[in-house]
């Protein structure tokens, strides 16, 4: 597994962590019925929010990088104007006048 997965699940975990806390003490102070009621509730929402993100991600990403190959020839003209303008950027850092 990547490295990088492992440290989003240990940066996501402050986020995630709290509200699973207070999801588990509530289904664990309460009825088995009611428990598995709140933790499938729980689970089945997160998965919904996990899966259309990674739906959303997925469909953007062909979209944005099909949108991009149409206008390439653009994007080459715009990041050759931006590495002149650095270049001159750098001229007046190393050299003022």
Do not use: E, K
Not at 60 to 89: F, H, K, Q, Y
């Amino acid at each position: 597994m990547d490295i990088r997965w492992n440290l989003y699940a240990v940066a996501a975990a402050g986020c995630v962590a709290p509200l699973f806390l207070a999801i588990g003490v509530r289904a664990f102070t309460a009825p088995s019925v009611h428990a598995a009621v709140v933790l499938g509730a729980y689970t089945a929402g997160f998965g919904v929010l996990v899966l259309g993100a990674t739906v959303a991600v997925a469909v953007g990403r062909d979209a944005l990088l099909n949108w991009l190959a149409g206008r390439r020839s653009t994007l080459n003209r715009v990041a050759g104007v931006a590495l002149v303008l650095a270049g001159v950027g750098q001229l007046f850092v190393v050299a003022p006048v």
